[in-house]
């Protein structure tokens, strides 16, 4: 007899436990309009690096543009450049506005204002950070906010770019130099 009821409260747990799993689908598939902070959170940080793939590109072009060669991306120093030119001791990044805090932009998200207001803040001293340490490592850092890819602000990007250009105009010199000097 106990044991009987035991069984049954072992079938019972079970229905539960299958009605739960149920429940759970259910709420799961509910959830693309409504995210979490958390999830929101996940889901902008995988916009941030489609994003910057696409201005990363753009700079490509303008590399292209003016001849200039050797960057590496992906490399592993300090602070994570997007672009690296080892030779010519000169670090790029490009900044998102809205993620590196640039004043361009006067949209400010109103929910969870806190929240962003603290991650971007977060990533402010990371970028300040890295700056200090590779200049400090004699690395020349550039830094190109996304918004300089817009023709209106051309020239500040030309502004950006100028010291790339001279750079690897220097190198360039000093390479051919050496490789017709006696030895
Ligand atoms: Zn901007």
Request: aromatic share 8%; with cysteine; charged share 35%.
């Amino acid at each position: 007899m106990t044991r009987n009821s035991e069984n049954k409260n072992v079938g019972a747990d079970n229905a539960n436990g299958a009605n739960d799993a149920n429940h759970v689908d259910k709420e799961s598939g509910a959830k693309h309009d409504v995210f979490t902070v958390a999830k929101r959170s996940q889901i902008m940080s995988k916009v941030r690096s489609t994003g910057n793939a696409s201005t990363e590109l753009r700079l490509i072009a303008e590399f292209k543009e003016r001849k200039i060669t050797g960057w590496r991306r992906n490399s592993k120093i300090f602070g994570r450049p997007d672009f690296l030119f080892p030779k010519l001791r000169v670090a790029v990044f490009v900044d998102g506005c809205f993620w590196h805090g640039h004043d361009c932009r006067n949209t400010k998200p109103k929910d969870n204002a806190e929240y962003w207001r603290a991650k971007i803040e977060r990533n402010q001293r990371r970028d300040r950070a890295a700056t200090e340490r590779l200049t400090a490592l004699g690395y020349r850092v550039v830094r190109i906010w996304e918004c300089e890819f817009q023709k209106k602000r051309r020239e500040r990007l030309e502004e950006k770019l100028a010291p790339i250009v001279e750079a690897f105009e220097r190198w360039k010199a000093e390479t051919k130099k050496s490789a017709t000097e006696p030895t």
